[in-house]
Structure formats: C-alpha cells, structure tokens
C-alpha cells in the first residue's frame, strides 16, 4: 500500500511512495547490504569492515555508514581513548532487516547454483 508524503501540498505536488521504494532508498548502495551482512554477525570497526569489503574506500565506507546511521540501521559507539576507537552495530531497526537478508541469501544460492554451506 502506498502513502502520500507531503499531504499539506496542493494534490498535483504531492507524492506517493510505497514501502519497497521507502526501503529501496534506505539499502540503495552498492556496499550497503554488505555492510549490513557483516555487522549482522557482530560489532565491527571501521578497518574491519573495510577488510571485508574489499574494493570500497574510506570515504565512501564513511559515507555509506553515515547514511545507515542517519537511517537508524546502524550505531556508531565512539570510545574516549587513544588511539580513537569507534564500533559499529546494528540498531533494533538495523536488527530487523537480518530475516531479509537471510531470505535474499538463500534466494542467492536457490538461482546462483551456489553450493549449499
């Protein structure tokens, strides 16, 4: 079902959204599903996850960990000590998008020929 964003604005500027393209926009991201795969298995520094995502840089790494945390997805917890430490997680919201991602992975290895792990 969709909703209509902007309901105060005359009918031809408003706009109808439904929830798969409200979700679209909150994954979109070529490392945003990795991110949140990996962080769904448990709290990982930034140098982590960037081990982990080989191929993405630092600022786009930041970049798209801001927009998860700006989304409620993802917490960054920074510590007070030196060198700077700075941890991320998922948040409860982040936590409910891990059934999805399993679904999407066991989608991947039904159609990918993916060997069973």
Same mark, same amino acid.
């Given at each position: &079902? /969709?909703?209509?964003?902007f309901?105060? *604005?005359?009918?031809e500027?408003?706009i *109808?959204v439904?929830p798969?393209?409200e979700?679209?926009?909150?994954? /979109?991201g !070529?490392?945003?599903?990795?991110i949140?795969?990996? @962080? %769904?298995?448990?709290?990982r520094?930034?140098? *982590?996850?960037?081990? =982990? /995502?080989?191929?993405? %840089?630092?600022g786009i =790494?930041?970049?798209?960990l801001?927009? @998860?945390?700006d989304?409620?997805?993802?917490? !960054? *917890?920074?510590?007070?000590?030196?060198p700077?430490?700075?941890?991320? %997680?998922l948040?409860?919201?982040g936590?409910?998008?891990?059934?999805? @991602?399993?679904? &999407?992975g066991?989608?991947g290895?039904?159609?990918?020929?993916?060997?069973?792990?």
């Amino acid at each position: &079902m /969709a909703r209509t964003l902007f309901q105060g *604005e005359p009918p031809e500027e408003q706009i *109808e959204v439904c929830p798969v393209t409200e979700t679209q926009n909150i994954i /979109a991201g !070529r490392w945003k599903l990795i991110i949140l795969w990996h @962080l %769904s298995k448990q709290t990982r520094r930034f140098g *982590e996850l960037q081990k =982990l /995502a080989p191929g993405i %840089s630092k600022g786009i =790494l930041t970049r798209q960990l801001r927009e @998860l945390e700006d989304d409620q997805m993802v917490h !960054r *917890e920074v510590y007070k000590e030196v060198p700077p430490k700075v941890e991320y %997680s998922l948040t409860p919201k982040g936590k409910s998008f891990i059934p999805v @991602l399993d679904i &999407m992975g066991e989608w991947g290895k039904k159609h990918l020929n993916w060997p069973d792990s």
